[in-house]
């Protein structure tokens, strides 16, 4: 990778978390979670992903809505929200995830 790649990167993070839109529906999420919403809103729009799944422990299920709504109005994806509740990185559902 060249030397550019980690500043333009970093530089679009920045641009992505300093947008007061995104910052006031950030607002009704929880503040002692970090959901990382802006670096997953740079991966979605660097891959150009049109659709995504997403999985989350029982406890955060109950924000997994909001949290595709922010996704989906600020990348244009899809989003699913998957019902299988993961306990860790161990238990992510690739096989599902890649078969929608």
Do not use: H
């Not at 999985?55 to 109950?62: A, D, K, M, R, S």
């Not at 600020?74 to 699913?80: I, L, S």
Request: glycine fraction near 10%; charge should be negative.
């Amino acid at each position: 990778m060249c030397a550019a790649g980690p500043a333009r990167m970093a530089a679009q993070l920045e641009e992505i978390a300093g947008d007061e839109r995104l910052g006031r529906d950030m607002g009704m999420l929880p503040s002692n979670y970090t959901f990382e919403i802006p670096k997953t809103i740079w991966k979605i729009r660097s891959t150009g992903s049109k659709q995504v799944a997403l999985q989350f422990p029982e406890g955060l299920i109950v924000y997994s809505g909001l949290i595709a709504d922010i996704l989906e109005k600020y990348t244009g994806c899809a989003t699913v929200i998957m019902g299988d509740v993961t306990y860790g990185a161990c238990c992510v559902d690739d096989y599902t995830a890649k078969s929608l």
